[in-house]
């Protein structure tokens, strides 16, 4: 069921760049990254991590089956480093290759729009791996992570980090923009953290994996009482 909506998500942003392009010839730089900002940062991507990251871990400890892996002696940063590596490169393997093609089916082959399309592809690596980090430990820390995800994403990521000055550098959207327009000058219009917006997505990473192993490690002694 997760691999057919997905790949359902996917092949919807296909769709959507072949019926820009039968609409118009191409989209501009300027225009073509707010696009891919819109639909793939603000949602699709985020959407997908979330579905990965959550299943990644959380299902295994609310179903038992994780009890297994935690008797094992492997280091709890071990697990959560490995859970995350292969839920965000299965995120990646969806998002970037469908990144690039809606990329150059909406913006075509002129050096300004490949050059958006792939800065927003590396970007979204980044994001790949962030977000799966985040709602991974999510789920590790409550039994709804799914629902505590999908309200950052579609509430906090989609909507109001966009609204609120300052809210910004909490933002894992506003982390790829500043990569991206690094990358790009044209991708989007401005981004409030700019290049920074690397630090910012390694510092965010780097804490969220550090939260997931104390709560692990409280998961075991938990468990043993």
């Known amino acids: 069921m997760t691999i057919f909506w ?3 998500t996917v092949t919807l942003r296909a769709l959507l760049g072949l019926l820009v392009r039968a609409n118009e010839d191409e ?10 900002d819109g ?6 991507l985020p959407l997908i991590a979330l579905v990965f990251g959550t299943a990644a871990l959380g299902m295994e400890l609310e179903d038992g089956t994780g009890v297994h892996l935690l008797t094992k002696p492997i280091a709890r940063w071990q697990i959560i480093v490995a859970k995350t590596v292969v839920a965000g490169t299965l995120t990646a393997a969806l998002i970037v290759p469908s990144t690039v093609i809606s ?5 075509g082959f002129s050096s300004a729009a490949i050059e958006v399309t792939f800065a927003f592809a590396l970007a979204n690596i980044v994001g790949s791996y962030l977000y799966t980090a985040i709602f991974l430990v999510l789920s ?3 039994t709804r992570g799914l629902i505590i995800g999908l309200a950052y ?44 917006g690397f630090l910012y997505a390694a510092i965010a990473f780097a804490l969220a994996l550090a939260i997931g192993t104390v709560r692990l490690s409280r998961y075991e002694v938990r468990g043993a009482e």
């Open 27 to 36: 989209l501009r730089p300027e225009t073509l990254g707010p696009t891919i």
């Open 103 to 107: 990329g150059l089916l909406m913006g």
């Open 39 to 44: 639909f793939v940062i603000r949602v699709v």
């Open 153 to 196: 994403a579609l509430i906090w990521e989609a909507v109001v980090a966009g609204l609120l000055p300052g809210s910004q550098i909490f933002s894992v959207r506003e982390y790829l923009n500043g990569i991206a327009i690094t990358l790009a000058p044209d991708a989007v219009e401005a981004s409030l953290v700019g290049a920074t």
């Open 6 to 8: 997905t790949l359902t």
């Open 140 to 142: 590790v820390i409550t």
